[in-house]
């Protein structure tokens, strides 16, 4: 029992404060979905502007100070046990064919890795991912733009 389910609840805990933080976005004319359910397991948040920009949200509970060294992800200075970019770009892969077939075309999918108890310091996206801590999620929804769109 004990460890287990105190891990269940740290994650739990992480994205109610990320579906929370979200709700502001509502106000902004955006759509908020949270814990989408599909074949490869969950995603956590999806937020699609007024304009049509799409972010795929993944919370990730980990507490510590979060790096990187230009390839993968660091938690105090050593690589985390999964790969969270494969698992973004799985779940990318899936979200863009699912809107390919509704809408019939090739949407523009934003990665986004949030750490609402960690410490971010990487200040680019790597790999095409942006990974940030949560006091900055609602101010990079809000001004992200994409000049090569």
Not at 22 to 45: M, P, Q, R
Not at 74 to 99: A, S
Request: hydrophobic share 40%.
């Amino acid at each position: 029992m004990g460890m287990k389910n105190k891990k269940i609840r740290e994650w739990q805990k992480a994205e109610q404060v990320v579906a929370r933080l979200l709700t502001e976005l509502l106000t902004d004319g955006c759509l908020v979905v949270n814990d989408i359910k599909f074949k490869y397991g969950n995603i956590d948040h999806l937020v699609i502007r007024p304009d049509g920009f799409v972010f795929n949200i993944e919370t990730k509970a980990h507490r510590g100070v979060v790096t990187t060294d230009g390839k993968q992800l660091l938690l105090n200075g050593k690589p985390f046990k999964k790969n969270y970019f494969c698992q973004m770009n799985r779940t990318i892969r899936w979200e863009r064919r699912i809107m390919q077939q509704l809408w019939g075309k090739n949407t523009w999918m934003i990665a986004v890795i949030v750490f609402p108890n960690a410490d971010v310091r990487i200040n680019k996206s790597i790999k095409r991912i942006n990974v940030i801590s949560a006091d900055k999620l609602l101010s990079f929804i809000r001004s992200y733009s994409n000049p090569k769109r």
